[in-house]
C-alpha cells in the first residue's frame, strides 16, 4: 500500500483524504456504512476523502480495519501521515484576522510546484512589496482595525517566503498593464513596487509579463485567477478564483482545462519576458 507525501498539512489531508476514498471503493462500501462505523454521518465521510477536516486517530484506524487494511507496516505509514496532516500550517496563528475560505489557498500554495497566476487589478500577492500590500488590503478593508491589517500584511509578507526556498516553486505571473499604472498607495509606493518587480525579474524562478492595453479583449476577460500544480502525481491541479464575499476552489478536469488554455493564450499575447523589462521601465518613469 504506497501512501502519498505531500507538503504542507492541507496538501496531506487532501492526499490521506483520497486514499481513504481508494479504499474504500476499492471494497465496495458506501460512505454511509463507513460513516456507520466511526460512529459518524456520511457527510462526515465526504469531508473526510476531501481533506475539509482533521482526522482523528481512533476514526482512521477503525476505517482501516473495515477496509482490510491490517498489515502493522501499512497501518504505520498512514497513522503517520495522519500526524503529519493534523500538523498546523504557519498560518494558523493569524485565523483570526484571515478569512476563513483564503486558508486553503496559502496551504496549497506552500505546496504547489508551479503557481500560474493572471491579475487585472493588482499586483500579486507574492510579488508585492510591504507598502504596496498594506495600500492594498487597507483599501480592500475599509474600517478594518489596525491590528486586522498589520495581521494580513504580514501574513502576505511571510508567504512570500516560499521564493526563497531551496525547493521554490516555479512562479509564471501575468500582470495586465492596468494594473501596473494604477498608482495604488501613492505614486512613491507604486514606483517602489515597480522597481520591485525589476529586480525580480532576474529570479531564475520566476517568469513575468505584462498583458499590454494594445491587445485589446483575450482569453481572461473574465477576471483573475491562478493555477496551482503539486509535484504529488496523486494531486490534481487547482484552480483559484476569488471574489470579494469567498472564494473557489476548482479540480474537475474540463475546468482546469479552461483555465489552462486561458492561461497558455493570455502568454502568447502578452509582452515576452524581455519586453516586460522595458514595459515596467517605462511605466516606473511615468510614476
Not at 525547493?167 to 495604488?184: F, T
Not at 529570479?203 to 481572461?220: I, R
Amino acid at each position: 500500500m504506497a501512501v502519498p507525501g505531500g507538503g504542507g498539512p492541507t496538501v496531506r489531508r487532501i492526499l490521506l483524504g483520497s486514499q481513504l476514498r481508494r479504499l474504500r471503493e476499492s471494497k465496495g462500501i458506501g460512505r454511509e456504512e463507513a460513516g456507520y462505523h466511526i460512529r459518524a454521518s456520511e457527510s462526515k465521510i465526504s469531508r473526510l476523502e476531501l481533506g475539509r477536516v482533521s482526522f482523528k486517530k481512533r476514526d482512521i484506524e477503525d476505517l482501516l480495519t473495515l477496509y482490510g487494511v491490517t498489515g502493522d507496516d501499512d497501518r504505520a505509514q498512514v497513522l503517520a501521515l495522519v500526524h503529519a496532516a493534523n500538523e498546523q500550517g504557519w498560518w494558523q496563528p493569524y485565523s483570526d484576522v484571515l478569512p476563513t475560505w483564503f486558508q486553503p489557498y496559502i496551504g496549497l500554495e506552500e505546496s504547489a510546484s508551479l503557481i500560474r497566476t493572471y491579475e487585472l487589478q493588482f499586483v500579486p500577492g507574492l510579488l508585492q512589496t510591504e507598502g504596496y500590500a498594506r495600500a492594498v488590503i487597507a483599501g480592500g478593508n475599509r474600517g478594518a482595525s489596525r491590528e486586522v491589517i498589520d495581521g494580513r500584511v504580514d501574513v502576505r509578507m511571510n508567504r512570500q517566503k516560499l521564493l526563497t526556498r531551496p525547493d521554490a516553486p516555479r512562479v509564471w505571473a501575468v500582470i495586465d498593464e492596468a494594473a501596473l499604472r494604477r498608482p495604488i498607495g501613492g505614486s512613491k509606493v507604486a514606483r517602489a513596487q515597480i522597481e520591485h518587480l525589476l529586480d525580480l525579474t532576474d529570479h531564475a524562478q520566476l517568469t513575468l509579463q505584462v498583458v499590454p492595453f494594445a491587445v485589446g479583449s483575450h482569453a481572461a476577460d473574465g477576471g483573475a485567477f491562478s493555477i496551482l500544480r503539486f509535484p504529488d502525481a496523486d494531486m490534481t491541479d487547482v484552480v483559484y478564483l476569488e471574489r470579494l464575499s469567498g472564494a473557489v476552489y476548482l479540480d474537475k478536469r474540463e475546468d482546469v482545462d479552461r483555465y489552462a488554455i486561458a492561461m497558455n493564450r493570455l502568454s502568447l499575447d502578452s509582452c515576452t519576458p524581455e519586453k516586460t523589462v522595458d514595459v515596467l521601465r517605462t511605466i516606473a518613469a511615468a510614476l
